[in-house]
């Protein structure tokens, strides 16, 4: 599992992206379980991920409706397979807009570039 925490702050919202191998639905649970064994992710606003598993898109919102989709696409375009990315989002108080589907996009972008390739 890799974490890239703190890397966007917008009107009092923060962002976190990371991910991991993953190969079932299972595994992508389990994934977010452990991600929010850290107190810091449980008590965040929303989760959000997307994996792609043999050509077909699993993800979930968490009520940052859209996001799981932006995070797929993404995926898709990069044709990384068997590989979630979550991004996690603080709430600060404030309605970002459509500014939160180009945070996602940009912590995403940010995971991609900066991973440690297996």
């Known amino acids: 599992m890799q974490i890239f925490d703190k890397i966007i702050a917008d009107r009092g919202s923060k962002y976190a992206v990371s991910g991991g191998e993953c190969n079932s639905a299972d595994e992508a649970q389990a994934f977010i379980n452990e991600l929010c064994r850290k107190k810091r992710f449980a008590k965040a606003t929303h989760n959000t991920w997307a994996f792609m ?3 077909v898109l699993v993800k979930d919102d968490d ?3 859209g996001a799981g989709m932006v995070i797929g ?3 898709e375009r990069e044709g990384l397979q068997n590989h979630i990315i ?3 989002r ?3 108080g ?3 807009g459509g500014d939160r589907f180009r945070h996602v996009q940009n912590a995403v972008r940010h995971y991609l570039d900066n991973r440690t390739k297996y």
């Open 73 to 75: 696409r993404m995926l």
């Open 94 to 96: 404030k309605h970002l």
């Open 63 to 65: 009520g940052e409706a």
């Open 90 to 92: 603080w709430y600060g």
């Open 53 to 55: 598993l043999d050509a």
């Open 86 to 88: 979550v991004v996690t």
